[in-house]
């Protein structure tokens, strides 16, 4: 997924955004869980995880977890 260097949250983003965006979206999916797994608050890989997830109530959940 990365390099051999430890990324840090700023550049998994840019990652998950990147795939997400050239519709690579297992790779996407999976930048955002390394990010969540290290900052469970992270609003803005929450909002990119509400435009992958496949259903309503997970969008609802992905956008409640982003913050007001």
């Known amino acids: 997924m ?5 990324p ?3 550049d998994a983003l840019t ?3 990147d795939a997400i ?3 690579e979206m297992k790779q996407g999916t ?3 869980e ?3 797994q290290r900052e469970p608050g992270n609003p803005y890989a929450w909002l990119w995880m509400a ?3 496949p259903d309503e109530q997970a969008k609802r959940d992905c ?4 913050g007001p």
């Open 2 to 6: 990365f390099t051999n260097e430890m």
């Open 8 to 10: 840090n949250i700023e």
């Open 15 to 17: 990652f998950a955004i």
């Open 21 to 23: 965006e050239r519709g």
């Open 30 to 32: 999976a930048a955002l």
């Open 34 to 36: 390394w990010i969540l």
């Open 51 to 53: 435009c992958i997830v």
């Open 63 to 66: 956008y409640l977890r982003a």
